[in-house]
């Protein structure tokens, strides 16, 4: 997964800042902020992160998020990961 800035299907942006595993189940999770106000951090499991889901004004499929900017630091993922 690429690190970097992603928009929301509904408009807002995100900043990814990496990846973890849940400790009981090891599933895959994103670890990403809000790029407004002060929201925290917030995970969601991977699998969900790079979803297709149907756009509320349209009625296609698009992606859940969607990059838009990869970090200046951004490295190809680790087989080992999703």
Same mark, same amino acid.
């Given at each position: 997964?690429?690190?970097? *800035?992603?928009?929301?299907?509904?408009?807002?942006?995100?900043?990814?800042?990496?990846?973890?595993?849940?400790?009981?189940?090891?599933?895959?999770?994103?670890?990403?902020?809000?790029?407004?106000?002060?929201?925290?951090?917030?995970? *969601?499991?991977?699998?969900?992160?790079?979803?297709?889901?149907?756009?509320?004004?349209?009625?296609?499929?698009?992606? *859940?998020?969607?990059?838009?900017?990869?970090?200046?630091?951004?490295?190809?993922?680790?087989?080992?990961?999703?």
């Amino acid at each position: 997964m690429t690190m970097g *800035r992603y928009r929301h299907y509904k408009g807002a942006e995100y900043q990814v800042l990496g990846l973890a595993r849940h400790s009981e189940t090891e599933e895959w999770l994103v670890l990403y902020r809000p790029c407004y106000g002060d929201q925290g951090y917030w995970v *969601r499991p991977y699998a969900m992160f790079v979803e297709h889901v149907m756009h509320p004004e349209t009625g296609l499929q698009v992606p *859940r998020f969607a990059l838009i900017e990869a970090s200046v630091d951004a490295r190809p993922t680790d087989d080992a990961q999703p």
